[in-house]
Antibody
Framework: EVQLLESGGGLIQPGGSLRLSCATS????????MGWVRQAPGKGLEWVSS????????YYADSVKGRFTIFKDNSKNTLFLQLNSLRAEDTALYYC???????????WGQGTLVSVSS | EIVLTQSPATLSLSPGERATLSCRAS??????LAWYQQKPGQAPRLLIS???GRATGVPARFSGGGSGTDFTLTISSLEPEDFAVYYC?????????FGQGTKVEIK
C-alpha cells in the first residue's frame, strides 16, 4: 500500500523558511515522479511543484518560482520542499503527491499545514 | 497557462439522481484531463484520468468524457457518499492547473 506522510509544517513569520518532508513507502520511490499541491483554507487546489523520477527535472508554479525548491533523497525514499521568503498567501495545507506513470496525482498524503503570519 | 472553468459551482441533487459536471479548458488539453473527488477533511482522490479512464477501485457509476476543451464527469445515480467537491485537472502542459471545483450537495 502506498503511504505518503508529510511533516514540517507550522506557524512561521513572513520572510521565514520551512522545509517540508514527505516520507514514502509501498512503492519504488526512484521510479515515480512526485510533487506538491496546496490548498488554502476554504479554497481550491493549486499545483505547486513537481520533480521527475530521478530528480533531475523540476517544475514550479510562477507563484513560488525562485522561493521554493523541490528535491528528492532517493536513499531515504523522501521528498522535500524547501520554502523560503514565505508570504501570507503561502498559507495552506500542503499535500505530497505521487504521480502515476502518466503524471496524474495518483496518491495523496494527508497534508501538512503551513501558516504564515506575524 | 491553461485555465480550467468548472460549472456549475454548486449542484444540488438528491440521492439516486444523475449528476453531470462540466470542465472547459481555455485551450486544447487533448485527453490529458483528470477528475478528483474531495470530501471534507480528506485529501483528494483520483477518480478519472486521461478523460475517461476510471482509477482503481472507482465505482462504475462514475464516468468521464470529452476531449480537446470540453469535458464532463457523470455520476449515473448519486450515492450518499458521492456528495463532495469535484475538481478537474490538466497535465497537458506546465504549469499544471486545476478547475475551481464543483460542489455536489444534497438537495
Amino acid at each position: 500500500e502506498v503511504q505518503l506522510l508529510e511533516s514540517g509544517g507550522g506557524l512561521i513569520q513572513p520572510g521565514g523558511s520551512l522545509r517540508l518532508s514527505c516520507a514514502t513507502s509501498g512503492f519504488t520511490f526512484t521510479s515515480y515522479a512526485m510533487g506538491w499541491v496546496r490548498q488554502a483554507p476554504g479554497k481550491g487546489l493549486e499545483w505547486v511543484s513537481s520533480i521527475n523520477d530521478i530528480g533531475v527535472s523540476t517544475y514550479y508554479a510562477d507563484s513560488v518560482k525562485g522561493r521554493f525548491t523541490i528535491f528528492k533523497d532517493n536513499s531515504k525514499n523522501t521528498l522535500f520542499l524547501q520554502l523560503n521568503s514565505l508570504r501570507a498567501e503561502d498559507t495552506a495545507l500542503y499535500y505530497c503527491v505521487k504521480y502515476s506513470a502518466a503524471w496524474y496525482n495518483e496518491a495523496w498524503g494527508q497534508g501538512t499545514l503551513v501558516s504564515v503570519s506575524s | 497557462e491553461i485555465v480550467l472553468t468548472q460549472s456549475p459551482a454548486t449542484l444540488s441533487l438528491s440521492p439516486g439522481e444523475r449528476a453531470t459536471l462540466s470542465c472547459r479548458a481555455s485551450q486544447s488539453v487533448s485527453s490529458y484531463l483528470a477528475w478528483y473527488q474531495q470530501k471534507p477533511g480528506q485529501a483528494p482522490r483520483l477518480l478519472i484520468s486521461d478523460a475517461s479512464g476510471r482509477a482503481t477501485g472507482v465505482p462504475a457509476r462514475f464516468s468521464g468524457g470529452g476531449s480537446g476543451t470540453d469535458f464532463t464527469l457523470t455520476i449515473s445515480s448519486l450515492e450518499p457518499e458521492d456528495f463532495a467537491v469535484y475538481y478537474c485537472h490538466q497535465r497537458r502542459s506546465w504549469p499544471r492547473t486545476f478547475g475551481q471545483g464543483t460542489k455536489v450537495e444534497i438537495k
